[in-house]
C-alpha cells in the first residue's frame, strides 16, 4: 500500500533563510506526487505536482520539488522564506492503481517564520 | 483559478441530530469529489470518493450509513452527518476534480462540525 512521510513536524526558519521540507513516499510504481500548502480558513493550495518528466518540478510562489526515485523522496524547496509562507505544508501520493485520483497526504509540516 | 466552496464553514449541533455540508465546485464541472475528514494536527484522512450519478466508494472503516453522501450534478456533493456524536467532531474537507485520475483535486476550505 502507498504511504507518503513527512519527517518533520514543525520547523522554524528566519525570514530569508533558505526551506527544504522533506517527503519520502512507498510506492510500487511511477508515483504522482504533489505538495499542498493549507493556510488558516483557507483550503489546500496546490503548489506542484510531480507525474513524469523533469524531475525538478517548478511551483507557485517560488516553490520547487525534486523527485528522487533513488531515494524515494520529494523534498519541497524555496530559496528565501517570506513570512507569509508560514502555514501547513502537506505532501501527498496519488493511488494510480485504480485510476481514481485518490490521494494519500502525509502527515504535515507546521512551518513557522522568524522576522 | 478553479473554486470549491463548503458550506457552511462551521456548525454546532446536538448529538443525535443530522448535520449536511455542501460542497460546490463555482466554475468547473466535478465528476469527481471527495471528502476528507483532518483532526486537529493531524493529517487529512479520506472518507469516500464520489462521482456524479453514482453511489460513493466509502474508504474502509467509514460508516456508509452514517456518512451520507450524495453527488446529484457535476457541481454539488453533500455530505449528511447522521445523528451525529461527540466524536464525529472534526472538520471535512471536500474536494473536486474534473475527471481524470491526474487532475488536479481543487479543495473547499472546510466545515468544522462540533456536536454538544
Known amino acids: 500500500a502507498q504511504s507518503v512521510t513527512q519527517p518533520d513536524i514543525h520547523i522554524t526558519v528566519s525570514e530569508g533563510a533558505s526551506l527544504e521540507l522533506r517527503c519520502n513516499y512507498s510506492?510500487?510504481?511511477?508515483?504522482?506526487l504533489f505538495w499542498y500548502v493549507q493556510s488558516p480558513g483557507q483550503g489546500l493550495q496546490l503548489l506542484l505536482k510531480y507525474f513524469s518528466g523533469d524531475t525538478l518540478v517548478q511551483g507557485i510562489k517560488g516553490f520547487e520539488a525534486e523527485f528522487k526515485r533513488s531515494q524515494s523522496s520529494f523534498n519541497l524547496r524555496k530559496p528565501s522564506v517570506h513570512w507569509s509562507d508560514a502555514a501547513e505544508y502537506f505532501c501527498?501520493?496519488?493511488?494510480?492503481?485504480?485510476?481514481?485520483?485518490?490521494?494519500?497526504f502525509g502527515q504535515g509540516t507546521t512551518l513557522q517564520v522568524k522576522p | 483559478g478553479a473554486v470549491v466552496s463548503q458550506h457552511p464553514s462551521r456548525v454546532i449541533c446536538k448529538s443525535g441530530t443530522s448535520v449536511k455540508i455542501e460542497c460546490r465546485s463555482l466554475d468547473f464541472q466535478a465528476t469527481t469529489m471527495f471528502w476528507y475528514r483532518q483532526f486537529p494536527k493531524q493529517s487529512l484522512m479520506l472518507m469516500a470518493t464520489?462521482?456524479?450519478?453514482?453511489?460513493?466508494?466509502?474508504e474502509q472503516g467509514v460508516e456508509k450509513d452514517k456518512f451520507l453522501i450524495n453527488h446529484a450534478s457535476l457541481t454539488l456533493s453533500t455530505l449528511t452527518v447522521t445523528s451525529a456524536h461527540p466524536e464525529d467532531s472534526s472538520f471535512y474537507i471536500c474536494s473536486a476534480s474534473p475527471g481524470l485520475a491526474t487532475d488536479t483535486q481543487y479543495f473547499g476550505p472546510g466545515t468544522r462540525l462540533t456536536v454538544l
Open positions: 464520489s462521482n456524479e450519478g453514482s453511489k460513493a466508494t466509502y
Open positions: 510506492y510500487g510504481a511511477t508515483p504522482y
Open positions: 501527498a501520493v496519488g493511488e494510480d492503481s485504480s485510476n481514481t485520483g485518490k490521494l494519500i
